[in-house]
T-cell receptor, first 115, second 109 residues
Framework: DGGITQSPKYLFRKEGQNVTLSCEQN?????MYWYRQDPGQGLRLIYY???????QKGDIAEGYSVSREKKESFPLTVTSAQKNPTAFYLC??????????????FGPGTRLTVL | QKEVEQDPGPLSVPEGAIVSLNCTYS??????FMWYRQYSRKGPELLMY????GNKEDGRFTAQVDKSSKYISLFIRDSQPSDSATYLC?????????FGTGTSLTVIP
């Protein structure tokens, strides 16, 4: 089955720790995205990438880092510099046509809680 | 003013009712419009994707876009308890996506 997988489903982090959230897709999509979802605030873009070894900051990139070493994979690291990391994290992907990103498909999400 | 405004609800309807979910927007450059359904603790699922003004139907779902009024709607006919979820609208101009905050819907059996 084609789709986007995220792991783990739940993640607990102690203060001062870095954690990495996994995102893998087998849809052959070029673009991948990371969003953070908080109650009442909708989706906020953290990072996005349209090609291997290239990525751009979104609206709230501070305290986060990403890599895109493979087309299928776009892991997100939440660093200790992120002051309020407790949230639901969503990975998405889309095709690109004519330089334009098409509709996004989302993974199941990872809920991160800082203890 | 936010780019996309969506009433958070919650909205509660009896089974079989017609549901109307709405979003307004301020940017006339938006060209693509999407509706997502998100169950609790799950990722959003794409329901509808439209480009032009007018209606697009898919089973019990109809997406309506009125660009002149900067208003989009999602209608759900014969609503079912399984439709209980949060519905997110989304819009795109160029490569910029904007999401509404979601409307929580409960369909009561």
């Amino acid at each position: 089955d084609g789709g986007i997988t995220q792991s783990p489903k739940y993640l607990f982090r102690k203060e001062g720790q870095n954690v990495t959230l996994s995102c893998e897709q087998n849809l052959n999509h070029d673009a991948m995205y990371w969003y953070r979802q908080d109650p009442g605030q909708g989706l906020r873009l953290i990072y996005y990438s349209q090609i291997v070894n290239d990525f751009q900051k979104g609206d709230i990139a501070e305290g986060y880092s990403v890599s895109r070493e493979k087309k299928e994979s776009f892991p997100l690291t939440v660093t200790s510099a992120q002051k309020n990391p407790t949230a639901f994290y969503l990975c998405a992907s889309s095709t690109i046509a004519g330089g334009l990103y098409n509709e996004q498909f989302f993974g199941p999400g990872t809920r991160l809680t800082v203890l | 003013q936010k780019e996309v405004e969506q009433d958070p609800g919650p909205l509660s309807v009896p089974e079989g009712a017609i549901v109307s979910l709405n979003c307004t927007y301020s940017n006339s450059a938006f060209q693509y419009f999407m509706w997502y359904r998100q169950y609790s603790r799950k990722g959003p699922e794409l329901l509808m994707y439209t480009y032009s003004s007018g209606n697009k139907e898919d089973g019990r779902f109809t997406a309506q876009v009125d660009k002149s009024s900067k208003y989009i709607s999602l209608f759900i006919r014969d609503s079912q308890p399984s439709d209980s979820a949060t519905y997110l609208c989304a819009m795109k101009t160029g490569n910029q996506f904007y999401f509404g905050t979601g409307t929580s819907l409960t369909v009561i059996p």
